[in-house]
């Protein structure tokens, strides 16, 4: 029998022992037993993380690189999954290592793992935690089946610039909807304890303020005051860490002059003194190597050092750790107690996920054939993908008849399969459901559906006007699937320019000048610039990238089996010129009024508004929803109250739809100033037609509590505006004030 067939018997025979779950008195005590036992290398390599080619079967040449006594004695694997793989691995290791110390599997299981949902960005447009939390759930059974210990995900990365292609990973723009997002993902993958075999390790990323380079170009500069990044940037990871987040993953940029990586504020001061986190941290893909480039340090060697100091556990990938620690050490330069300190928040973290008392408890062979895209799981695909969908535009065409004869299908996202979006590493194109696909499974065969690509997704690919036009003027309805393909948006995947690729615009043009009731449903990772169709096309589905489920939440969708509740938790721009454009800015001493009538000396452009296209929180229904005027059951509050707010929503539409209400605040003057709104609550209801229902928010001090001017995170006693409604700028608003 050859080495393959017995790597799957033992595989198939593979039996799972009742790992006990330790106290952390006793995780502790054992940890320190092994580190008496550890040599100085041995402790470096726990620091250490490599690709999995490492450990290829085949010879390759990073393996000519690492030596035997390194390879043997690492302490993490980035990159391997599905079983086979993962045991070949972890049982090599095991052979050849000194202490049987178990080998840490790491992978990006970003927004599902072979079942792929819609990318992050999507996800928060849904404003359904418990929805969220459930997508987790599922990514967390299907890698944990398949080997993986860990997830680097979420990314929390608050984002206000959609020329940066990693806007598709992150939330958003809004930082409370941030923590709730964080607090969802966190308890999805890490359910009630890691203890439990179907659960995996959380990782909140990149810390910190990545998010905020500089013209949107990755991995550019970050230059921002310490109050913004604590107003801002910090909430939604400080939110992970309130939810008991495994771990932490250092960003490419800078802040305030020094690489993240070797960042003492961010670390020492931040995470570890003020939140107390105790748990892993590890840098990005060679972001410490990095800091050389960024003119941070002399050499690899001061990198090794200034990283240590600043609590950095695990490197991920480049070598300054192995290369140099030993020596920092053995030359008194670097203390040995940050490096045991690392050393054991790396064992602690195996020990909590049982893989001292089972190094293969992640391994289920039989498991993978049974959960991966498994029916349960592709139905849940499906639900968070429909409810991820922002209607943006709507006269009156949608939902579709779905006794319509006749379907023009054009665009070249009508029947691509290629929509799981990026950061789907397990996921299939092969798996998916295409818009045609499932618009077909909706309607039957009865429908003709007139399927026509149109152009493809390069710069210089033609149109076939002929065929395009041909296949509209036979159809009662047009749908044109258009946006980016998924290689254009993700890590490194800066765009100057976010309209649509051409030829698509021109595309839109030849299909509208067809005359037919037209339907644009658009595939994105980013907010695009499409001012002119929103001008020229009656109907518009944002639908980012909706993974495996895709076309068929799609077509529930446009022909009225769900009624869309998606709201967006990004500004669609008016233009490119208006970027970064937000909800939550700062006025400024001058502030455009539209109201007066004096042209200038105001904070505007002049060809352009300063509005977005479409603002934070904006989605449509196929009904209508009518808010109350706003209740307080005080107008005056003190620290230690609360302030009861009520308002009533009535469904005054035809169908039955959800609405996201949500609560802004404004704090009229404070020590620093203050943004002109800001998101401090949202509910989530369903209502039939002509049904309302009374919504409770509660304002607590906590809600009303900023960095103030010296630095101090309070709520200052003033007047306050409280809003509440559809989006951020629709809104009713009440006044009501906190005195001392």
């Keep these: 029998m050859s080495e393959k067939n017995d790597l799957l018997k033992e595989l198939e025979n593979l039996k799972h022992a009742e790992v006990p779950q330790r106290s952390q008195e006793e995780i502790t005590e054992e940890i320190e037993k092994l580190?008496?036992?550890?040599?100085f290398d041995e402790k470096i390599c726990q620091l250490f993380q490599v690709y999995s080619s490492l450990f290829q079967e085949t010879d390759s040449k990073n393996e000519r690189v690492i030596k035997p006594k390194i390879k043997y004695n690492i302490g993490s694997i980035l990159g391997a999954a599905l079983s086979k793989g993962v045991y070949r691995i972890q049982k090599q290791f095991l052979e050849n290592n000194r202490l049987k110390i178990p080998l840490l599997f790491m992978l990006d299981v970003i927004h599902g793992f072979r079942t792929t949902f819609p990318i992050p960005l999507g996800l928060s447009c849904t404003w359904n935690m418990e929805l969220i939390e459930k997508l987790a759930r599922v990514s967390a059974k299907e890698a944990s089946v398949a080997g993986v210990c860990v997830t680097f995900s979420p990314m929390l990365d608050l984002v206000r610039d959609p020329r940066w292609g990693r806007v598709m990973e992150?939330?958003?723009?809004?930082p409370y909807l941030g923590v709730e997002f964080a607090k969802a993902m966190v308890r999805g993958y890490q359910g009630d304890s890691l203890h439990r075999r179907d659960t995996i390790g959380a990782c909140a990323k990149h810390y910190c303020a990545y998010g905020a380079a500089e013209g949107g170009r990755d991995y550019n500069t970050v230059d921002m005051s310490e109050r913004r990044l604590r107003n801002f940037y910090l909430p939604a990871f400080k939110g992970a860490v309130d939810q008991g987040v495994t771990m932490f993953m250092t960003s490419f940029n800078i802040y305030d002059g020094i690489p993240t990586t070797i960042n003492k504020f961010l670390f020492n001061k931040v995470l570890r003194d003020e939140w107390k986190f105790q748990g892993v941290v590890i840098s990005d893909w060679t972001a410490l190597k990095e800091c050389i480039d960024h003119g941070a340090v002399k050499d690899i060697r001061e990198a090794a050092k200034r990283a240590v100091e600043s609590t950095m556990d695990i490197e991920m990938v480049s070598s300054a750790y192995i290369k140099n620690l030993k020596d920092l050490l053995e030359k008194g330069e670097l203390n040995l107690s940050l490096i045991d300190d690392s050393v054991r928040r790396v064992l602690s973290l195996k020990y909590k996920l049982g893989l001292f008392d089972d190094p293969y408890r992640?391994?289920?062979?039989?498991?993978e054939k049974e959960i991966l895209l498994c029916d349960k799981h592709r139905k849940i695909a499906r639900e968070v993908a429909?409810?991820?969908?922002?209607?943006?535009?709507?006269e009156n065409i949608l939902p579709l008849d779905k006794n319509v004869k006749n379907i023009a299908l054009i665009g070249p996202h009508a029947n691509n399969k290629q929509i799981n979006g990026a950061w789907s590493i397990m996921g299939n194109a092969s798996d998916n459901i295409s818009l045609k696909m499932g618009i077909t499974k909706k309607l039957g065969e009865e429908v003709n559906?007139?399927?026509?690509?149109?152009?493809?997704?390069?710069?210089?690919?033609?149109?076939?006007v002929e065929k395009v036009k041909d296949a509209g003027e036979k159809a009662d309805v047009i749908i044109l699937a258009l946006g980016e393909p998924e290689e254009m948006s993700g890590e490194a995947k800066s765009r100057g320019f976010i309209t649509l690729p051409s030829p698509q615009e021109e595309l839109s043009q030849i299909v509208l000048s067809i005359g037919k009731p037209t339907v644009l449903v658009l595939f994105n990772g980013r907010p695009l610039e499409i001012k002119d169709l929103v001008d020229n096309i009656p109907a518009i589905l944002e639908v980012w990238f909706p993974g495996t489920e895709g076309g068929n939440a799609i077509a529930?969708?446009?022909f009225g089996d769900y009624n869309p509740s998606g709201k967006l938790t990004m500004s669609f721009p008016y233009t490119i010129g208006q970027i970064p454009v937000y909800y939550n800015y700062y006025?400024?001493?001058?502030p455009f009024n539209p109201d007066d009538k004096i042209e200038g000396n105001y904070s505007n452009y002049i060809d352009i508004p300063n509005d977005p296209l479409y603002p934070f929180g904006f989605g449509l229904s196929y009904t209508t929803f009518e808010y109350s005027e706003i209740e307080l059951n005080r107008t005056k509050m003190h620290s230690d109250e609360e302030l009861k707010i009520k308002i009533t929503v009535t469904n005054t539409g035809k169908f039955e739809g959800s609405e996201v209400v949500q609560m802004y605040i404004q704090d009229l003057y404070?020590?620093?100033?203050?943004?002109?709104?800001?998101?401090?609550?949202?509910?989530?209801i369903i209502l039939k037609p002509g049904e309302m229902q009374e919504v409770e928010f509660l304002i607590t001090y906590d809600k009303l509590a900023f960095w103030n001017s010296e630095m101090k995170f309070v709520a200052e006693p003033g007047a306050f505006k409280v809003y509440i409604g559809t989006n951020s700028e629709d809104v009713r608003e009440a006044n009501f004030e906190l005195i001392p």
């Design 449 to 464: 559906i007139i399927y026509e690509s149109g152009c493809s997704f390069k710069k210089n690919s033609k149109i076939n």
């Design 556 to 558: 529930d969708v446009l």
């Design 670 to 684: 404070g020590s620093a100033v203050r943004p002109i709104k800001e998101l401090k609550g949202f509910k989530k």
């Design 386 to 394: 429909r409810e991820s969908f922002v209607l943006l535009k709507n």
């Design 170 to 174: 992150s939330p958003g723009e809004d």
């Design 587 to 590: 006025n400024t001493g001058r």
């Design 362 to 367: 992640y391994i289920d062979i039989q498991g």
């Design 35 to 39: 580190l008496k036992k550890m040599t």
